[in-house]
């Protein structure tokens, strides 16, 4: 219905308001009025209480003064906070439009597809709903012909708008409802739902789809997928401590042991934790010795150790607080013979264990550096990497004797900005798997893939495909485990026996059911729940391309065009409605590429992976190459060569960038793929997002100012905007000229030059020939400015978002903070 007609009714709504009539009544037809019509008892008001109570209701969360409905294509039909006044208002709006019954805009919006609505279609043609509306205006429009039942007062329940799994996976929710009954037998895997033609016609859309990467266990020498609660659990527990959750004792003291059923590696044998380039080995080429780490300090240029050293590795670094946790030995100190040691290593950092359980005095990284986040005095395992400078701590340690430092540092993937990272591992792991001179050729020339954000690990369950350009399959979990993969020689002389591949096919479905095991924090300020409601509804329903919006992006070819459509559907309203979803089962699952053409974000990354590299890939364990070419097995191999996954008519995935499931999302600022928005609000409104800024930082202590290098500030009652959803930061305004390239309008002069980001995007590690070196203090300082006239840094794209109010904004994010 246009603006126009909407205001006509509502100028006639007011008008017959004051004369005390319309339609074809004069007045409410109330209970016992004798508007029953034809001698029966029909009342028209005990009808609209026994069944239409709760569905109007519904429209009560928008449609009430400040509500997002309160605008000048909503006021037509306005409710109120008070539910006794629903039935008196209910009429006066159908009355104010013009009465009638199927054509009636109350009745047309909520059902007709055709029809803008941003509520969505809550009451479908033929529906309970729809029927009690077509009723109740049938006797509102001929009272003499009403007849029929009052209803037995059951009404329609809806189910609420507000409840959120908080991420993790399918079997998390299985078991924790059926207590983690070791018995109870595992449902499906609900993302091996997401098949080609699934879930087509609904409002939520699929396009890249489920490989099982493990249908025969023999052929992948892998073990095979947990088959009941105990199994998955004990799988947990283990991927835990590889993961870095130590101490590894249980509650009697002993060491976590693997069961005989895992025959992959000796039963019995104690489980410890994993580190960077090293596996479980206890003296990986990462790792510093406790004299070294004790001695960082001195590559900092201070005179002495400080007293807050171990706060301060976390501060200059970007790892969690330190924690009693993780001990490790300070001084002369016997790591053995002290619990470990008296220091405190911050989350990130770990020290090694031996075989038989003892601590080895050598420190080494893990995967919670970069997955990870600290906010206030809580550390959330599985956030993404916000905070982490990866280039700083890989270059201290290198100073000091770690090869892996050296080659994170130098080979530029630890990236320009703090809490962003240049991971193309896989651009190098390609080189293993090349089998043609024209595959030789692609990798050499395949580019750098530039500046990117880390992906929250408890959106992992809820994802078909992994990676922000769907380059594997979900199942594809060695991947997951490429920077734990043993290098080199023991640095002690002690030889890994399960180098190239071996020891991560032993370990990682371990470490991939603990990941997806992560659940999102709940978010720690204050929620307007009424607001909330309205923004569950917009998200869900909202269609961005309706009545002439958007007419210059081309609308997905799936979907109904809301943020549901591509992100997954979450409230209970939703996830139960089979319009949304084939099965209840695929709550918050996402798995739409969105087409570049849509998307419009920095392409750099999407880009950069050419077909050659892509089939080298394919070919290296990562790309479980066992599975290509087998009859009745799924390929697992880079999802990006064409013909690997086309839709119900055939047609391939186009390129483009995943959108990731929204759970936890006020945690994982900033956004897009590429970090380059600080906060949601930005996100949803493209032109106020910054083009140079830098996030708040933490204050030194007064002694120290000056002297080190402090984090980003992690107290969310100090940096974090709740009403943008998003960590406070300072825009900076670019200079021409300026000596240091983050504030200049062209950085280095040569950036948006087209040969330079040519060099970028067609040769391995060329990006990183022009970043800065980082020597001093005021270097690693200027790494926290994100420039988005950078290569890889572009923040345009999502501008489909920008045809939201700002009051349909607000709604949305503060749904968002439920998630």
């Known amino acids: 219905m246009s603006a126009n007609k909407i205001l006509s009714g509502l100028g006639l709504a007011i008008l017959l308001s004051a004369c005390g009539g319309g339609g074809s009544t004069n007045s409410i037809p109330a209970p016992g009025d004798g508007n029953g019509g034809g001698g029966g008892d029909f009342e028209p008001q005990t009808f609209f209480e026994n069944n239409l109570q709760s569905a109007v209701g519904f429209c009560r969360t928008c449609h009430i003064p400040g509500g997002v409905g309160d605008v000048d294509d909503g006021r037509a039909f306005m409710l109120s906070s008070n539910m006794t006044q629903d039935y008196q ?22 059902s007709d597809a055709s029809e803008p609505h941003s509520g969505g279609k809550p009451w479908p043609v033929n529906g309970a709903v729809y029927q009690a509306v077509e009723t109740l205006f049938s006797c509102w429009d001929d009272p003499v012909a009403c007849t029929g039942s009052n209803g037995d007062g059951g009404g329609i329940e809806l189910e609420p708008l507000i409840q959120s799994a908080h991420g993790g996976h399918g079997w998390v929710d299985f078991c924790e409802a059926n207590n983690w009954n070791p018995d109870a037998e595992l449902p499906v895997d609900p993302r091996s739902l997401v098949r080609a033609g699934y879930n087509d016609g609904r409002a939520v859309y699929y396009n890249a789809f489920w490989r099982d990467c493990h249908m025969d266990p023999e052929l992948v020498g892998e073990y095979p997928h947990p088959e009941t609660c105990g199994e998955f659990k004990a799988s947990i527990d283990r991927g835990a401590v590889i993961m870095g959750e130590d101490p590894m004792e249980d509650e009697n003291g002993e060491f976590k042991r693997y069961p005989d059923w895992l025959n992959h590696v000796d039963a019995g044998a104690i489980i410890r934790p994993a580190t960077t380039f090293g596996g479980d080995n206890p003296h990986p080429v990462a790792a510093l010795t406790a004299q070294q780490y004790n001695n960082l300090w001195i590559t900092w240029g201070l005179p002495g150790r400080p007293d807050n050293f171990d706060e301060l590795v976390a501060e200059r670094y970007g790892f969690g607080a330190p924690s009693a946790e993780y001990p490790y030995p300070v001084g002369n100190e016997d790591p053995n013979a002290t619990n470990g040691g008296s220091g405190h290593l911050p989350y990130g950092l770990i020290q090694t264990r031996n075989a038989d359980g003892s601590y080895t005095g050598e420190i080494s990284t893990n995967c919670q550096g970069c997955h990870s986040v600290q906010i206030g005095d809580q550390f959330h395992n599985g956030a993404g990497g916000a905070m982490l400078d990866a280039t700083v701590s890989s270059r201290d340690f290198a100073a000091l004797g770690s090869i892996a430092g050296v080659l994170i540092d130098r080979a530029g993937l630890a990236g320009r900005v703090r809490g962003t990272n240049n991971a193309q591992f896989s651009n190098i792991t390609a080189a293993s798997g090349v089998q043609s001179e024209t595959q030789l050729a692609d990798v050499v020339q395949n580019g750098a893939t530039g500046t990117g954000d880390t992906p929250a690990w408890w959106n992992v369950g809820r994802r078909p495909v992994k990676f922000v350009d769907a380059m594997f399959p979900g199942d594809a979990v060695r991947v997951d485990y490429a920077l734990f993969t043993p290098l080199l020689t023991d640095k002690q002389g002690i030889p890994d026996q399960q180098r190239n591949g071996g020891w991560v096919s032993a370990h990682v479905q371990d470490g991939d059911h603990y990941i997806m095991s992560r659940r999102s924090p709940e978010y720690p300020g204050t929620i307007d729940m009424a607001l909330a409601e309205q923004g569950a509804i917009l998200f869900h329903s909202k269609n961005l391309w309706a009545d002439g919006l958007n007419t210059d992006i081309p609308r997905p070819m799936g979907g109904n065009g809301s943020c549901a459509s591509c992100h997954g559907a979450y409230s209970p309203r939703y996830i139960n409605d089979t319009a949304y979803l084939r099965d209840p089962a695929l709550e918050g699952i996402a798995s739409y590429v969105v087409p570049l053409a849509i998307i419009q974000t920095d392409s750099v990354r999407s880009d950069t992976y050419n077909e050659g590299t892509n089939e080298a ?59 380059s928005v600080p906060d949601m609000w930005g996100l949803l409104k493209s032109s106020e997002r910054p083009s140079i800024w830098k996030r708040q930082s933490k204050e030194a202590r007064a002694d120290q100012v000056g002297q080190v290098v402090m984090g980003f500030e992690s107290d969310f009652s100090k940096g974090y905007n709740q009403e943008k959803m998003g960590w406070n930061y300072e825009v900076i305004s670019c200079e021409i000229g300026a000596s240091i390239p983050a504030y200049q309008c062209d950085p280095l002069g040569l950036e948006s030059q087209f040969f330079l980001s040519e060099l970028y995007g067609s040769l391995l590690g060329s990006w990183n020939v022009t970043n800065p070196p980082t020597l001093s203090n005021d270097d690693i300082e200027n790494r926290k400015i994100y420039n988005t006239a950078m290569f890889s840094q572009g923040n345009g794209g999502h501008v489909f978002s920008d045809v939201l109010t700002d009051q349909e904004r607000l709604a949305i994010i503060e749904y968002l903070k439920t998630l």
């Open 617 to 675: 890939n394919s070919n290296t364990s990562v790309g479980y190459p066992e599975t290509q070419g087998v009859e009745g097995i799924d390929n697992c191999g880079v999802q990006n060569i064409p013909g690997m996954q086309p839709d119900a008519n055939g047609n391939d995935r186009p390129i483009g960038y995943a959108a990731p499931p929204l759970y936890g999302v006020w945690a994982t600022a900033p956004y897009l793929h590429n970090g």
């Open 89 to 110: 208002n209910f009429f006066a709006s159908w009355q104010g439009l013009g009465g009638g019954v199927t054509d009636n805009a109350i009745l047309v919006e909520a």
